[in-house]
């Protein structure tokens, strides 16, 4: 699932290319804007807020759109088109007088009145790459449940927003933490600040890299490592399957001797977790490697 870091990259590579232009012809290929038409709309802005995108047309009208698991914005250039394999991936075409964007594979996709864009995003806590982010309102929200798991309420987006599964685990690895430690054992303001700073780092540089090194297979402590050795320790990285109607127990690798605290019980874990040893969060979905220029982006 692209996180929040990940999303604001793609806003900005959208405005970089998008903003300005007029929109000459827009097709939904989703039941509930089938017949909406954006034609002749300037494209105004897109910005991020969280793991959500809005992207803004004059006459007040904005498109709300979430990555979620593998949702994906593609830009081409003027005159050109997405090869024909990618047909039933496209929930809209939007093609302006330059650029032409593509949304594929979006699981949320709704226009929205811009002075109602609250109803849209008004849940989320404060975001951590946003320009208006309040520390001290996200560490009240995340001691609303002092007892709830470290790693869950850091992913629960409505305490802060952007925060998605790699960056909660290597958080918590960082800090020392079992991921299931009670929020209240937590200095949350150094937690906070830590995951900030990180996803800040990520702005600037590619990938999304918390362990310093940018080379193949070492970027991460134990995000993606399951009964590897632990880079600091050496003792096998464990690892937890997500939780079926959990909404924030997500797929969770830690260290139990880096990371000392409760664990869950051996019955809920795997014994061998096979494919999901490997997790490439850096994509924004299994099929833009196919395409030239950088990720979630096609020239």
Same mark, same amino acid.
């Given at each position: ?8 990259? @793609?806003a &900005? &590579?959208?405005? %970089? *290319? ?6 000459v &012809? ?6 509930q ?8 709309r300037?494209i105004?802005?897109?910005d991020? #807020? ?6 803004r ?10 990555? %979620?698991?593998?949702? @994906?914005?593609? +830009? ?6 997405? $090869?024909?394999?990618?047909?039933? =991936? ?10 032409t ?6 699981? +949320? ?7 109602r864009e ?16 309040d520390?001290?309102?996200? +560490?009240? &929200? ?6 709830? $798991? !470290?790693? =869950? ?6 305490n802060?927003?952007?925060?998605? /599964?790699l960056?909660a685990? =290597? ?10 430690? $009670?929020?209240?054992? !937590?200095?949350?303001? @150094?937690? !906070? ?14 990938? *999304?890299?918390t ?14 490592? @399951?009964?590897?050795? #632990?880079?600091?320790?050496g003792?096998? !990285? *464990? ?17 139990p001797?880096? *990371? ?8 809920e874990r ?8 490997? +997790? /490439? ?10 395409l030239?220029?950088?990720?979630g982006?096609?020239?």
């Amino acid at each position: 699932m692209p996180e929040g870091d990940s999303v604001w990259k @793609a806003a &900005r &590579r959208m405005r %970089e *290319q998008l903003v300005g232009r007029t929109v000459v &012809r827009s097709d939904f290929r989703v039941p509930q804007h089938a017949t909406a038409d954006l034609s002749g709309r300037e494209i105004t802005a897109f910005d991020s #807020c969280g793991k959500h995108m809005l992207t803004r047309f004059s006459g007040g009208l904005t498109l709300h759109t979430h990555f %979620e698991m593998d949702g @994906a914005w593609q +830009v081409v250039g003027q005159g050109k088109v997405l $090869p024909r394999s990618f047909d039933d =991936e496209v929930r809209l075409v939007l093609s302006t007088d330059g650029p032409t964007a593509y949304a594929l594979r979006m699981p +949320v996709l709704e226009l929205v009145e811009t002075a109602r864009e609250d109803e849209v995003v008004g849940h989320l806590g404060p975001d951590l790459l946003g320009p208006s982010w309040d520390e001290d309102l996200a +560490v009240e &929200r995340l001691l609303r449940e002092p007892d709830r $798991p !470290v790693v =869950e309420a850091l992913l629960d987006q409505r305490n802060l927003a952007g925060i998605g /599964n790699l960056w909660a685990v =290597e958080t918590c690895y960082l800090r020392g933490h079992s991921p299931w430690t $009670p929020v209240r054992a !937590v200095d949350l303001h @150094a937690t !906070v600040q830590l995951t900030r700073r990180m996803m800040r780092h990520s702005l600037e540089h590619p990938g *999304q890299v918390t362990t310093g090194d940018t080379r193949r297979g070492r970027t991460h402590w134990v995000y993606g490592r @399951a009964e590897r050795p #632990c880079r600091r320790c050496g003792t096998p !990285v *464990q690892f937890r399957d997500s939780v079926t109607g959990t909404p924030y127990s997500r797929e969770t690798w830690w260290c139990p001797r880096c *990371q000392p605290g409760p664990f869950p019980s051996l019955s809920e874990r795997p014994t061998r977790p096979g494919s999901r040893r490997g +997790v /490439n969060e850096e994509s924004f979905g299994s099929r833009t490697t196919r395409l030239s220029g950088r990720a979630g982006y096609a020239r």
